[in-house]
C-alpha cells in the first residue's frame, strides 16, 4: 500500500493514480475500471451511476455512453462530472473531479469497433434512459438491428461516443485504522498540481 506519512510533493496525480490502478487489477475480482459518475442536471438536481473507465492518461479519464441518455443529456449541458473509484479489497478510493469534453470522433470509432458485436447491436437498438414498454420490445429492436446489419460491419452509432474527465481535483483516500484515513487532494493550479493532506 502506499504510504502517506510524508506529502507527496512532486508527484503527478496521475502516476499515483496509475499505481493504485496497477494495484486495483490485481486485487479486485470484478471490473477494477469500474468507477461512480455523477452528473446534474440543468435545475441542480444530481444523478449518479456507475459506468467503466476505457483510458486514461495525463489529458484525463475516458468513458463511452449514449449522448441521448440521461447522463449525457446532462454531460452536455453542464460541461462538468465527478467520479470515483472504490476499490474495497485495497481500502482505497480515488475522487476526481474536472469538467468534461468529447472525445474525437476517430478515438470513438476505434474503440466503438473493439467492443463485442452484441454490444454494438445493442448501441443501435437501445433508447437509452427512454421509457420501455417491456422486455420483448428491445429484444425485438435488437432483432432489427441484428438483421439489418447482418454478415456486415456494425457502424457506430452518431449519439454514441466517448467522454473525457479533464479533473482539476483528484483526492487519493487510504482507509486507516479506527477511521484515521489517509487523504491527500490534488489541485491544479497555474498549469501544475498542489497537494494538500485532509482531515479524516
Known sequence: MTNFNLPPTGINPYDLFGQWFHDAKEAEINDPEAMS?????????PSIRTVLMKA???QGFVFFTNSQSRKGQQ???TQVAALLFHWKSLGRQVHIEGIVEKVSEAESDTYFETRPRGSQIGAWASQQSQPLEDRDAILARVAVFEDLYKDKPVPRPRHWHGFRVVPDRIEFWQAGEFRIHDRFAFTQQGGGWASARLNP
Open 75 to 77: 454531460l452536455m449541458a
Open 37 to 45: 459518475l455523477a452528473t446534474v442536471a440543468a435545475n441542480g438536481r
Open 56 to 58: 486514461y492518461d495525463e
